[in-house]
């Protein structure tokens, strides 16, 4: 069946998908699995498939924003996903986790308006306990090439529609004196069309400074230590699925 949106057959699809949001890093992705090849891009949808230690997944792109995302997430699920980790970047909230550390994302503050129209107001966007076991393990190894310096941070994540600030101001501080570590812009979209379309999902961010500072002056996700992170978090994810392929064949 084609999937009118992604432009992509349920045929082709396996279970284990990876997502992130920037089309590139999918291909960057993309070259880490062996026989892969590009079955679509479509709109800001870049989708690939491969192997990684054996394991059939995809890659693919979901733009920025939850609407978009969530568009993405619901096709790729009625393709046949069945596991979908997201590889992102977010500001973080905390000197504990600056920039070049990864956060594996426990569950996400509803701070956006597409999964309003989804659910109602106090209905949990929660990682699956099994995914987030798996990214955690996977992200805590160092060997194998796992970059040493990233520091791994576990919790809540913040959901936002805004990026650049408007005359309202964001509501960053007080998710962050509530204990969030960190804020970007599609993860509970990602947790609640998983939860309702019987998926499970986890995700991993890569910080790229803080959340709170002043985007439109300081936002540069193009460092070295961005990059790294950015590279921690694919190996991590890349081997989280693996390890859960092999556990669901056990
Ligand atoms: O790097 P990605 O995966 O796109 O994630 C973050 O970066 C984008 C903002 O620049 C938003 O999509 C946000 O969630
Ligand atoms: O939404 C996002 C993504 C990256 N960095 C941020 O500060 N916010």
Known sequence: ML?????IHSEDMPAYAIVCGDPARAEKISRKLENARELAFSREYRTFVGEYEGVQMAVVSHGVGSPGAAVCFEELIRAGVKTLIRVGTAGSYTADYPAGSVIVSTAAVRSDGLTRQLVPDGFPAVADIDVTSALVAAARQ???????????????????DAF?????????????????????????????????????AG???????????DLAAEYDPHTDAVAKAVE???????????????QDQA
């Open 203 to 213: 995700a991993i961010v890569a910080i790229d400074g803080f959340a709170d500072s």
């Open 142 to 160: 160092t060997d194998r090439g796992i970059s040493e310096v990233a520091k791994v941070g576990v919790g809540i994540t913040v959901t936002l």
């Open 232 to 246: 921690h978090e694919i190996e991590a994810a890349l081997r989280a699925l693996a390890a859960l392929a092999r």
């Open 164 to 200: 650049f600030t408007g005359v309202e101001e964001i509501p960053h501080r007080k998710y962050k004196q509530a204990g969030a570590l960190a804020a970007e812009m599609e993860i509970a979209a990602l947790y609640i069309v998983s939860t309702l379309r019987g998926a499970r």
């Open 3 to 7: 999937m009118p949106i992604l432009q």
